[in-house]
């Protein structure tokens, strides 16, 4: 079930035009407020008359206003966004319950996936035909408090939170989950995991289950994995601020990947060590990795 975001005062902070909040907030002569960019539109389509009026009152203007950012709106209106965020985070969830009133039903982006990649079941499965290291992210970027399950089966799964914009055309480093600040992954294998994120690997003790629990608060900048079969056990929490909404993604190996409809904020792939140094773009942003895997 999806987590509805409070919103601030829609009066106050929503903009006549395209009925949103405020981006750019600038007030006209007669008190109404306006997105800098929508009603500069408003009125490039009223050049032709010469004259220019409030789209919420109908006051008329000549000459054109000048228009400057109102800067204290803007300020108040960051103060009510923040206000919003602060109600909305909380402690984490205690209880499995607990984290299932955070889920989100989660799909796979047809348009990410690599080539070896089957998906199935309304785009919530995935399976490896071959061996290799392939990736693909969410469809749904998601910010707040989400939680998702991932069950897998097979020799490995890099479980994935990355930002929606790492790079998908550029060299290991740079696309590579896990291996560069804008990702953060979870190797699972059959008797071990390890934590990895900047291209630096920790070890990670817990039992082992063919079913992860991920937990992302995005606000607070808490990130947490589980180990999750009759009971719940933490496998690792970071501890960050997060700059950008995210993607949830798997990064595989020759294994079978389910996203279940748990829950989730979404965030993208990651990666482990792998004895390559390109990853071959390919069309519609999918990403394409061919590292040798002999070594």
């Keep these: 079930m999806a987590q509805q975001r409070n919103q601030p005062d829609a009066e106050k902070f929503s903009c006549f035009i395209c ?16 997105c800098m960019d929508c009603i500069k539109t408003h009125w490039d389509e009223e050049d032709g008359q010469r004259t220019y009026s409030c789209p919420q009152c109908r006051k008329i203007f000549t000459p054109r206003p000048d228009l400057e950012k109102n800067v204290l709106l803007a300020e108040l209106l960051g103060l009510a966004i923040n206000e ?3 109600s909305l985070s909380g402690p984490e969830p205690k209880t499995r319950a607990g ?26 499965k995935v399976s490896n035909r071959s061996i290799g290291y392939c990736q693909v992210l969410s469809k749904e970027s998601l910010t707040g ?19 929606k914009n ?19 992954t979870l190797r699972c294998d059959t008797n071990s995991y390890s934590f990895w994120y900047n291209n630096s690997e920790t070890p990670v003790s817990g039992p082992q289950s ?42 595989m190996l020759e294994f079978s990947f389910v996203v279940m409809q748990v829950g989730c904020s979404i965030l993208q792939p990651l990666q482990s060590s ?4 390109k990853v071959i773009p390919v069309s519609e942003g999918r990403f ?8």
């Design 210 to 251: 063919s079913r992860i629990g991920v937990y992302l608060d995005h606000t607070a900048g808490i990130l947490s994995f589980y180990s999750v079969s009759k009971t719940m056990t933490l496998l690792h929490r970071v501890q960050t601020t997060f700059t950008e909404p995210h993607s949830l993604s798997p990064y």
């Design 84 to 86: 919003v965020d602060v």
């Design 274 to 277: 792998l004895n390559s140094d």
């Design 19 to 34: 009925v949103d909040l405020l981006k750019d907030p600038v007030t006209t002569s007669c008190g109404h407020n306006f």
């Design 166 to 184: 790492i790079c998908r055309d550029g060299g290991l480093y740079e696309c590579g989950f896990g291996l560069n600040y804008k990702s953060w």
């Design 288 to 295: 394409v990795f061919s590292p040798d895997l002999s070594s």
């Design 99 to 124: 984290f299932l009133k955070c889920s989100r039903e989660i799909t796979l982006d047809p348009n990410t996936a690599h080539g070896r990649l089957e998906l199935s079941e309304g785009d919530r």
């Design 145 to 163: 408090r989400c939680y998702w399950e991932v069950e897998w089966r097979g020799e490995g799964v890099y479980v994935a939170v990355a930002y």
